[in-house]
């Protein structure tokens, strides 16, 4: 302390005097010098995760949110990719038969003339006769989706054939034709293949394949199944088809035709 008991008088220097203890015993310093060891490696650890995050960091939140999004869009293709729906083939370039054996609309003859509409996200007019190779289900009034649906799908899909769906639009007893809606949901019973919608308004196929619902012989229960070769000619028409040995006998008949 100064003379005058104003506080502690200043050294050679000019700097207060401080008072420093140092005890006579160095173990005494040891609790000190652990808490100075854990203190310095907190510091060390937080200077290691900042180094590590600054790339992450140096452009704010966007990278962590771009590399999620990422993330989640390959795993959904990947997941697509292994169970969604796998898309049927386009037709072939073959020549449409010059001299079919039979006229339009019947069996041994080309499909018949006009256009239908085919409908993905929008329609698009197609003529009847670029509807090959493949099979054409043509869907009666009130239809209950069956197996064969699927099965049909599974079979032209391995033989590298299409497959189409189409409603009958034609009445019968107060019953009109299957709705878009419901056909695209029969075609999504298919797991092997994608059925491709077909909206025929003037039931060209119903009316050359099919009876006229209600009159003789009419069922209604099943799909019309017509078999279309690559070069346009109709080889092959049956009602109802079950699936078996038979009709992958009569599908892949038509990668010959």
Not at 49 to 76: C, E, K, N, V
Not at 88 to 108: E, V
Request: glycine residues 12%.
């Amino acid at each position: 302390m100064r003379p005058d008991g104003d506080g502690p008088e200043p050294d050679d220097y000019g700097l207060p005097r401080v008072d420093v203890v140092v005890p006579d015993d160095a173990r005494e310093l040891e609790r000190d010098v652990v808490a100075y060891r854990k203190e310095e490696r907190r510091r060390r650890r937080r200077e290691r995760y900042r180094r590590l995050g600054r790339p992450l960091t140096r452009f704010g939140i966007a990278i962590p949110i771009i590399a999620g999004a990422l993330l989640i869009a390959l795993l959904s293709g990947v997941l697509m990719t292994a169970f969604g729906p796998r898309p049927a083939p386009r037709p072939t370039g073959a020549q449409l038969a010059p001299r079919p054996t039979a006229s339009p609309g019947k069996i041994g003859g080309l499909l018949p003339e006009g256009g239908v509409d085919e409908v993905t996200g929008e329609r698009t007019p197609t003529r009847l006769r670029e509807l090959r190779p493949g099979v054409i289900g043509i869907v009666p009034p009130a239809y209950e989706c069956e197996s064969v649906v699927a099965d049909l799908a599974g079979r032209t899909q391995k033989n590298e054939l299409d497959f189409y769906l189409v409603a009958d639009p034609r009445p019968v007893g107060g019953k009109k034709g299957m709705s878009l809606k419901d056909l695209k949901a029969c075609a999504g019973t298919a797991h092997n293949g994608i059925p491709l919608i077909l909206e025929d308004s003037k039931a060209l196929l119903a009316t050359a394949y099919t009876r006229p619902p209600g009159t003789p012989g009419w069922t209604g229960t099943g799909i019309t199944a017509v078999f279309v070769q690559p070069d346009g000619v109709v080889n092959d028409v049956v009602q109802a088809p079950r699936p078996g040995p038979e009709l992958d006998e009569k599908i892949r008949a038509l990668t010959s035709g």
